[in-house]
Every structure is written in structure tokens, then in C-alpha cells.
């Protein structure tokens, strides 16, 4: 792997931020974009722009085919069973919400009960919640040990009669967690249990294969992977999208419109109403060429060597304390640094062009089961390098140094 | 900009030591307050006495070292001061953390002025103005007796 040619494709990477070399280090939060991704998005715009799937003249064919190229892109990139299983959204919260809602309004009374973890982002949380205001679901939180791992035998003990549905991320973003989903989608098999996966984190940095997985829904959000704001994935089994009433209504999810009756397109389009990100769903198709060109065994690779570094390197700083210790850890690092609050680190490292994170990271449930309040994290993308932790280990000894640490 | 503007020594200093730090005994007004972006939280408790004169101010609370030292310079400039001279006071400093205004009340002695201008800084640093408003808004709150909690989010 050829990390200087790869950062060369990243434009923004030879930014100067407050007169230092931008160490972009916030790649959980989102990735940078690569120079095929912005020119496709200029190119489509500048030379093929139309909208898809409605008028009949050439460009509009044009756009629609390249739309759908993506779609299949995503759906070998997953390894989907068929394109129709591979629904746009806005992003992984507007695919969890989908789900949510519909599933919700398909599946879950009064008491029903719906399983989630202490690790999830609000995005796989919140959307539950609204069953819980709105049906009377009961939402179960399966517990994590203090180095970031779900407790299994205890996940086991929380599902009842009663639970419908399970939701759980396939990598943290705050301690690095990569969840045992095949270990997970098992137990759930064993009680007919669907489980929706928040691949928000996961989709970037390991290998996504949900015919392995056999989980029956898994949100991308394209903006991490190397992909345009405002393009997100839902992958659901064939048998659910059939069988799930519609989301959004509007344009294109239609079939035919009557005063008194309605009847809504097939798949993937039932879930696909009004003017889609067009050009960022075909931009996207490059972002996935990109993790191609570099193979996402490298990148693994390249990412793990690079996680235990960080790990090893900050471990030496004194009175940093790294949040969880998970089995199996992406290169999502979170910590804190005794005296010195993550928001004063932040805006130290800043002044350094470091980018890193701080806060609750939208995980309050996972910050108060941690006792903590806030966290500083640095989070890894495929263009990061050694260089990049050794600017931010010495940016750290310099907050240090402000607050006269020893 | 500069790191050493936004981390003066007084700052630092208050931030490690925060002063009025606990809950005072008969307070009469409390008000809670809280930053949803970043979890800071800060819980306000003022006695005022018989002539309206904030006889004790004390917070509780946790965040990072600009939000601490703000609290606690706050409540050092504010005790003592009658409950009109208090509001003018937040006033003050709301408009030196937003529009760069200098200090110049006839309340506060000189030492006092130095004390709430090393806070000035972090008008360089739109993303931490909320870290320092955040007691000041709370204070707000508990003087005129409002029940809801602070929310930075919901804020000018």
C-alpha cells in the first residue's frame, strides 16, 4: 500500500490549519474525500445532471443508469443478495429511522420489547425511543463490561417472548469496539428475532458481508466512507422491504394514484419518494472504487498497524487513560487526560492543526455507564499515518505543559 | 490567535481551584444549567438577603477549564453586589464575550476588571463562548426565578 499516493488523492490533506499541516484525525465523524469522488461530483453537474428515473430524454437515461451502477457497486460491496435490497436514504439515522418507524408501525404493542446495547450512537437509540413514546415499547439496554465489550451471556438473559426486534453497532465510535454480529445474529435466529445493524463506523474500516453477517438490516452513512454528505444506506432482507409498509411518500415511490386508492412501486423505489442526492449517489460509486483501489485487506492492515501505535504511543504519555480495552478494536481512540478537560485538549491540539474530537461523542448512555463526562478522540482513516499520532502526542505533551502536568 | 490569551494563568489557576464551589447553606434562589454540544453542566445557588444584596454565591458543577474558571470568577465578582448591579454585571460580561466590549463598571475595582477580562479571549474561539456564558446565563435564571434549565442551545 502506497500511503503517500493515497494521501495525494486527499486535496484537503496539504491544508495548513492555523499555519500547521492539517492532521485530520476526526474520521469518525467524517471522512475526507478523495479527488475521483469530488470530480465525479463535478463532472455529473457540469457535464450530466438530470434528474433520474422520470423524463425520457437522454441525459435523464444517463443519470438514472449511472444512479444505478452505484446501487449495484453497494450491493457487491456489501455483498447484498440483489440490488432491490439496497434502498438511498439521507444517511445510517435516516436508515435506522426507516426501520424504526415502519417496523414499528408493522410490529411492535404495547410492551413489546426491543433490545439495544450501552454502546450505541443516539442514532440507534432515539429512533427506538419514539416506539417507546408513541407504542409503549420497552427499550433494553444489553450491558457492557469496563473494557467496552458486550456482555454476551447477559445480552442472552435479555431476550424474552416479548423482544422484537434487536439493534446493535458493528463498531463503536467511542472505544473502537467491533461487535460479534455472526455471534449475535445466531442468538437472534434461534428466537426468530430480526437485528439491525448501525454499520455507520464499521462500513470504512472492515469488511462488510451481510450474506455472512445474515443480519436482516445494515445502515451505511456515505459521507465515512469516503463518499458526498447526504447519501446514506439501507440494506434490509428482500422479505422485510416486501413486506414493511412504506416511509416517505411522494414521487417515485408510486405506481399508480387514484382519488380513493394508491398503489406503491416495487423495490428498491418504494422507499425511494421525492428527488434523490443524485449526483452524491453517483459520486459515491467512486468512493467504493477507491477502497477497491487500495484493497480492503490493506486497509485493515494499514489501519491496525496504526490503531496499536497510536494505542502504544499514548499509553507512554503520563496520566492519559485510554477508554476501553475492547477484544477486537478499530482505529477509534478515545481518552482522557487527568486535569485537563477533552474540550481544553481539543482547542490545544487545534492550535497544533490537529483535528481530533471531544465530548460525548452522541454515546451519553456509554459516557455515564463509563462515568465520564466527555472524552477526547482520535479516530484513524485510511490516509493517517505514524507521522500524523507523533504530531498528536506532542501536541498532547503541550496541553501538558499549559497545565503544567507532570 | 493565541493559546496564552485563552489560557491565562488566572484562568488556569481558577480552573484547578475553583472558589464558592458547593452548595451554600439557605440559599434562597438556584437555577441549573447545561451545554448539550459538549455535557457541561452547572448548578447555581444564591442567597440573597433582606435588601436584595447576593449575600452568597456557590455552583456546582463540571466542565473544562474555561467553563470552571468562568463560574468561579463569577461568583467572586458577583457576591456582595446588590441583585441590580449583579444583572448589570452579566450584562458586562456577555457583551465583552460577544462583541469585544471592555470592561469598564464602576462595581468592580481594578483587580476585579482584570479578573473578568482575562475571560476576553474566548471571543477568539467561537466554538468555546458557549464554555464561558454558560454560569453567567445560569445566573440569569436563578435571579429571576426560573424553573427550566439552561439550555446553551436556546440561547442568542
Known amino acids: ?406 | 490567535m493565541d493559546l496564552k490569551q485563552l489560557y491565562q494563568d488566572i484562568i488556569l489557576e481558577h480552573g484547578k481551584s475553583p472558589r464558592n464551589f458547593g452548595i451554600c447553606n439557605e440559599y434562597t434562589h438556584e437555577a441549573k444549567g447545561h451545554n448539550p454540544l459538549c455535557g457541561d453542566q452547572v448548578e447555581v445557588y444564591l442567597k440573597l438577603n433582606k435588601e436584595s444584596k447576593v449575600e452568597n454565591l456557590t455552583f456546582k458543577g463540571s466542565g473544562c477549564a474555561i467553563s470552571i474558571a468562568s463560574t468561579s470568577i463569577m461568583t467572586e465578582l458577583v457576591k456582595g453586589k446588590s441583585i441590580e448591579k449583579a444583572k448589570k454585571l452579566v450584562v458586562d460580561f456577555l457583551n465583552m464575550i460577544k462583541n469585544g466590549t471592555i470592561i469598564k463598571s464602576d462595581e468592580l475595582d481594578e483587580d476585579q476588571k482584570t479578573k473578568m477580562m482575562s475571560l476576553s479571549g474566548v471571543k477568539q474561539y467561537p466554538m468555546r463562548v458557549k464554555c464561558a456564558t454558560l454560569a453567567w446565563h445560569t445566573l440569569t435564571s436563578a435571579m429571576e426565578g426560573n424553573k427550566e434549565k439552561v439550555n446553551t442551545e436556546v440561547l442568542d
Open chain 1, 1 to 406: 500500500m502506497d500511503i503517500n499516493s493515497i494521501r495525494s488523492q486527499f486535496p484537503i490533506l496539504s491544508k495548513k490549519i492555523n499555519g500547521k499541516q492539517l492532521v485530520y484525525l476526526d474520521s469518525s465523524n467524517s471522512s475526507q474525500k478523495p479527488l475521483n469522488v469530488l470530480n465525479s461530483l463535478d463532472y455529473f453537474y457540469k457535464n450530466e445532471f438530470s434528474n433520474i428515473g422520470r423524463s425520457i430524454h437522454s441525459l435523464a437515461v444517463n443519470a438514472t443508469n449511472k444512479f444505478e451502477e452505484t446501487r449495484i457497486s453497494v450491493k457487491n460491496f456489501i455483498n447484498a443478495n440483489s440490488k432491490e435490497e439496497i434502498i438511498f436514504t439521507k444517511n445510517a439515522t435516516e436508515s435506522i429511522n426507516l426501520i424504526a418507524t415502519t417496523f414499528g408501525q408493522m410490529s411492535i404493542k404495547k410492551g413489546d420489547e426491543i433490545l439495544i446495547t450501552e454502546l450505541e450512537h443516539h442514532s440507534n437509540y432515539v429512533p427506538w425511543h419514539y416506539l417507546r413514546e408513541t407504542r409503549g415499547a420497552i427499550i433494553k439496554f444489553a450491558p457492557i463490561n469496563d473494557d467496552g465489550d458486550i456482555i454476551i451471556e447477559k445480552f442472552k438473559e435479555l431476550i424474552t417472548s416479548k423482544t422484537k426486534i434487536i439493534a446493535v453497532t458493528h463498531l463503536s465510535n467511542v472505544t473502537g469496539t467491533i461487535v460479534p454480529i455472526k455471534e449475535i445474529v445466531e442468538i437472534a435466529r434461534k428466537k426468530n428475532i430480526p437485528v439491525l445493524v448501525d454499520g455507520c463506523q464499521s462500513a470504512p474500516h472492515i469488511k462488510i458481508d451481510v450474506k455472512d453477517l445474515d443480519c436482516d438490516f445494515y445502515a451505511i452513512s456515505c459521507h465515512k466512507v469516503y463518499g458526498p454528505t447526504g447519501v446514506g444506506i439501507l440494506y434490509a432482507k428482500k422479505k422485510w422491504l416486501e413486506k414493511l409498509p412504506p416511509y416517505n411518500g411522494g414521487g417515485g415511490m408510486i405506481s399508480e394514484v387514484n382519488k380513493n386508492q394508491i398503489t406503491y412501486a416495487p423495490l428498491p423505489e418504494k422507499y425511494e419518494a421525492g428527488t434523490m442526492p443524485t449526483a452524491e449517489v453517483v459520486a459515491f460509486n467512486e468512493s467504493i472504487k477507491f477502497m477497491q483501489s487500495i484493497g480492503i485487506d490493506n486497509i485493515i492492515k494499514h489501519e491496525n498497524e496504526l490503531t496499536n501505535y497510536t494505542l502504544e504511543k499514548l499509553k507512554k504519555i503520563n496520566s492519559v487513560n485510554i477508554v476501553g480495552n475492547p477484544r477486537n478494536k478499530a482505529g477509534v481512540i478515545s481518552f482522557t487526560i487527568k486535569g485537563i478537560h477533552p474540550h481544553d485538549i481539543s482547542t490545544i491540539v487545534d492550535e497544533e492543526g490537529v483535528a481530533i474530537r471531544a465530548g460525548h461523542h452522541c454515546c451519553q448512555i456509554l459516557h455515564k455507564r463509563l462515568n465520564l463526562n466527555a472524552t477526547a478522540r482520535a479516530s484513524i482513516g485510511v490516509y493517517n499515518t505514524k507521522e500524523d499520532i507523533d504530531v498528536l502526542c506532542d501536541a498532547i505533551k503541550n496541553c501538558r505543559k499549559i497545565f503544567e502536568l507532570k
